[in-house]
């Protein structure tokens, strides 16, 4: 049974919810993804600030991001997945909730996220071919 830490890129890192979106937008350079997980003072998950984020509620907003710290942008409740599921599962979050980077926790801490990139390496093309279409519909 392949499972979310088979698919998954390990490594991911945390960006403290504290930080400002000019350190995240480092962080995301450094790293190059386009998208952190942001995590609370006790190291829990309590959204994800994309690139987008940064330029579309932030920067073109007006807004210096250098002053905006990451808690004030991440919206809604976080999706994650346990370190343990497998693929249909982890489809099932992705497509369910229209998410394209999902990560992957164990024993409550990120160990890794799995991306669009580390499914189009691991699924078939039909299963590919679902998952783009109903990730990319519109709503």
Sequence with gaps: MTTAKDI????AE???AHETLDRA????RNLNVGALPVADENERLCGIVTDRDIVVRCVAMGHDPAKVTCSEIVQGTPRWID???????VLEEMQS???????????????GMISEADL????????LKAFCASVYAAS
């Design 97 to 111: 909730h229209q998410i394209r980077r999902l990560p992957v926790i164990e024993n409550k801490r990120l160990i």
């Design 8 to 11: 998954m890129h390990p490594g």
């Design 25 to 28: 937008a480092q962080m995301m």
């Design 14 to 16: 945390w960006i403290p």
């Design 120 to 127: 189009a390496q691991r699924l078939s093309d039909e299963q």
């Design 83 to 89: 370190s343990g599921a497998d693929v249909g599962a």
